[in-house]
């Protein structure tokens, strides 16, 4: 099975409201990466967390990785149309890359 | 700069067809993957290739085989297609497994009637 679970599945938004997805593990995670896939195109990584505590900003994107390096968040302030998209969490199985099942994001304009 | 590119990027088959996905890099990654994509599942590793003649399964590798055929190269083969491998097929190449970047092809869209 997966090594991360992430919730929520779906989450349908007006524009200008906050969104959170979560990651969480019931192991450490040497790291954890985020990807957005839009409709009908590819992941596209978004930024990477090592260490415990971490928090980086992307714009209005904040992400988050847990004290104990067991859980990470990405939260959207005021979200737009163009954050329309899956939103996955992944991480570190022996040499390859895991992947969250992932949040879908639709933004009602 | 291509990155990733994968071919088909369609594909219909007939149950129990095979056929072989294509796949190659121009950024000279050591690693590349072979992940599909359903609905609602994410993404899910078939086979992996941490460095040129080297290969590993993932979480999925039945019904499949992979061919590094060089470091820019990585084929995914399906010997007799089942309506079960319906999917979208992702290939995608790190520098090295796990702790950098991982860059995705376009995908392949592949129906197996």
């Known amino acids: 099975g997966q090594q991360v679970m992430q919730i929520p599945q779906y989450q349908h938004v007006q524009e200008g409201e906050d969104f959170t997805t979560y990651c969480n593990s019931s192991?450490?995670?040497?790291?954890i990466q985020w990807y957005k896939q839009r409709p009908g195109g590819h992941p596209v990584f978004l930024i990477q967390?090592?260490?415990?505590?971490e928090v980086k900003k992307q714009k209005r994107l904040t992400f988050q990785f847990g004290e104990a390096k067991k859980n990470s968040s990405l939260h959207i302030t005021a979200t737009q149309t163009t954050d329309v998209g899956t939103y996955f969490c992944?991480?570190?199985?022996?040499?390859?890359?895991?992947f969250g099942s992932g949040t879908r994001l639709q933004v009602q304009p | 700069n291509a990155g990733v590119t994968q071919t088909p990027k369609f594909q219909v088959l007939k149950t129990g067809q095979s056929m072989t996905l294509q796949c190659a890099q121009d950024?000279?990654?050591?690693?590349m993957y072979w992940y599909r994509q359903d609905p609602g599942m994410g993404l899910r590793l078939i086979y992996y290739?941490?460095?040129?003649?080297?290969?590993d399964k993932g979480e999925v590798p039945n019904g499949y085989n992979v061919s590094r055929l060089n470091k820019r190269e990585f084929s995914l083969r399906l010997e007799s297609a089942a309506p079960s491998q319906t999917s979208v097929y992702f290939c995608?190449?790190?520098?090295?497994?796990?702790?950098?970047?991982?860059?995705f092809g376009e995908g392949s869209w592949l129906t197996v009637v």
């Open positions: 995608a190449s790190t520098v090295e497994g796990g702790l950098d970047t991982i860059y």
């Open positions: 992944a991480s570190r199985k022996g040499r390859a890359l895991t």
């Open positions: 290739s941490a460095s040129e003649g080297t290969t």
């Open positions: 967390l090592v260490k415990s505590g």
């Open positions: 192991t450490t995670l040497s790291n």
């Open positions: 950024m000279n990654h050591n690693s």
